[in-house]
């Protein structure tokens, strides 16, 4: 058994079984950026897009009544069920469902005008390999934007922000800091537009609840919290419940 397929089975045993709470998540379900990809699609009726690591659905339910077709991609089919059944009840019928990896993409080669991945590239086994394949299936002139959690560069921050990461979701692999998705996105033959940061608050119980984080693992975080010095926990605005924030990069890149 390869190291990629273990990691394969971690992600899918992580959110098969809660894919319906990441449908009800107002983290997931809210968030400025959909204006964003929206107004990226005014006046692209016939376009093409690839939901890259969809989740439960909410990018491809924002654009979805703005292009020709959407194709919600993802490695967990419990997710892309829920995806296809909101889609139903919401009569969008040009959302159609694919499973696999972001690695391996098994679509054509400029198959996309567009790429949208909010939210998912941080548990991407090879991140390089993804991108390669995202700029393989864009259109020549096609735009991708990518949303996710940002490691904030630091290395104490850094390490801080990994480990109650993987404590909490043991399928996390990695939050890239701006500069190492910089560097990552122009090595796969991408070109950067443009690239913000926004904070994103995280309500504790929620969200542990939605990973199912076993209680000791809780406990962990908890602990770490209350240990580690005020510089960490002044950047993340950690409260007494363990609610905090985290930053989230949105960036811009053509191929």
């Known amino acids: 058994m390869t190291r990629s397929t273990v990691h394969t089975e971690v992600v899918q045993r992580q959110f098969g079984e809660q894919a319906a709470a990441y449908l009800s998540s107002a983290v997931h379900a809210q968030g400025t950026e959909f204006g964003l990809l929206q107004a990226e699609l005014r006046d692209q009726g016939s376009a093409r897009v690839l939901d890259l690591g969809c989740g439960a659905g909410h990018v491809s339910f924002h654009v979805a009544p703005l292009v020709g077709e959407v194709v919600a991609y993802d490695l967990s089919q419990q997710m892309l069920d829920v995806v296809a059944a909101a889609a139903t009840e919401r009569g969008l019928g040009n959302i159609v469902t694919e499973r696999g990896a972001a690695e391996r993409l098994p679509f054509a080669d400029a198959s996309f005008d567009f790429v949208f991945s909010r939210y998912s590239a941080h548990h991407w086994s090879d991140l390089a390999l993804a991108l390669r394949e995202v700029r393989r299936v864009l259109k020549p002139g096609g735009v991708v934007a990518f949303i996710d959690v940002m490691s904030p560069g630091s290395p104490l921050l850094d390490t801080y922000l990994q480990t109650v990461e993987v404590l909490r979701d043991t399928s996390h692999v990695r939050d890239y800091s701006a500069a190492e998705w910089l560097q990552q996105v122009s090595e796969a033959g991408l070109f950067t537009r443009s690239h913000s940061r926004q ?44 609610s905090f924030s985290t930053d989230v990069l949105v960036l811009w890149a053509e191929r």
């Open 199 to 242: 904070r994103l608050r995280l309500e504790y119980t929620s969200w542990v609840e939605r990973m199912r984080t076993p209680a000791p693992m809780r406990a962990a975080i908890l602990q770490l919290q209350q240990a580690m010095g005020e510089e960490v926990r002044q950047y993340y605005q950690i409260e007494a419940d363990g």
